[in-house]
């Protein structure tokens, strides 16, 4: 079993910053990918960004030049830094975690088991 915690949501203006921090326990932080996930009021859940245990990195195209996904090993904590951000990015963000270690950075919700709670995002313009 993993549990995730994800914090450092909050109300923010277009084109500030935000880091979200995605804390884990339960398994060996480690060995498994960290996948992100937000979810829009009336959209799906999309993919965000995911970091697997050897460090390589998968952005969404909405993603890519804006945000960065990154991991503490030692904290077992994932991080996201989003910068520029914009009323498009208003959602509540999730992270997840695969139910295998040493997988790829899957962009699929169904490749993943555990998931956290949330935190909301909002950005006005």
């Known amino acids: 079993q993993v549990q995730l915690v994800e914090s450092g949501g909050g109300l923010v203006q277009a084109g500030d910053s935000l880091r979200l921090s995605c804390a884990a326990s339960g398994r060996t932080f480690s060995k498994y990918t960290v996948g992100w996930f937000r979810q829009a009021p009336g959209k799906e859940r999309e993919f965000v960004a995911a970091?697997?245990?050897?460090?390589?990195?998968n952005y969404a195209d909405s993603a890519k030049g804006r945000f960065t996904i990154s991991r503490d090993n030692a904290q077992n904590t994932a991080y996201l830094q989003m910068n520029s951000l914009n009323a498009e990015d208003t959602a509540v963000y999730y992270c997840?975690?695969?139910?295998?270690?040493?997988?790829?950075?899957?962009?699929?919700?169904?490749?993943?088991?555990?998931w956290g709670q949330g935190t909301q995002v909002t950005v006005s313009s």
């Open positions: 997840a975690a695969p139910e295998n270690y040493y997988t790829a950075t899957y962009s699929r919700g169904d490749q993943y088991a555990y």
């Open positions: 970091i697997n245990w050897a460090g390589s990195r």
